[in-house]
């Protein structure tokens, strides 16, 4: 699934009012089924556009997002972000132009239709990864003049 950021809409005197979380539109998508997506989002590597824009979370907005909702496994459905010349470079041999729908929308726009289609163009994604599982050996010492207290019970 190629899915693009809503960036929201642009109310003109009244400022911008921002499109919902990208979290929210990745998970609906894997919910209706999508095998892999990739999110096209043109702020990905913009310094600033993260949820605390004083932290070191500023270089990247995802870094957040990955942050509230790390990954457990390494199944599931795999999420690629990519920004808009990556993506452009990926879909050009399909003739697909996704430049309207990079900013945000100007108040009343309205759209003839959904621009979502099937392409019919068979895609893989392959994303490597592995599980890593370390252990210790825990080592227990006596201290010399320490006595433990057992509780009474």
């Given at each position: 699934m190629l899915l693009v950021r809503f960036m929201g809409i642009d109310t003109g005197t009244r400022g911008l009012v921002d499109g919902s979380s990208v979290d929210i539109g990745i998970s609906n998508v894997i919910k209706r089924g999508a095998a892999g997506v990739i999110f096209?989002?043109?702020s990905v590597?913009?310094?600033g556009s993260s949820l605390y824009p004083r932290s070191v979370l500023a270089l990247n907005s995802y870094a957040a997002l990955e942050e509230l909702s790390p990954p457990l496994s390494t199944s599931g459905v795999p999420v690629v972000v990519v920004d808009?010349?990556?993506a452009r470079a990926l879909v050009a041999p399909l003739g697909l132009d996704f430049a309207p729908?990079?900013?945000y929308d100007p108040a009343g726009k309205k759209w003839d239709g959904s621009l979502s289609r099937d392409l019919g163009v068979p895609a893989r994604?392959?994303?490597p990864l592995r599980e890593d599982v370390s252990t210790t050996r825990a080592s227990q010492r006596r201290s010399l003049g320490f006595r433990p207290r057992l509780a009474a019970s």
């Open positions: 096209v989002d043109r590597g913009t310094p808009p010349e990556a729908l990079l900013g994604i392959a994303v």
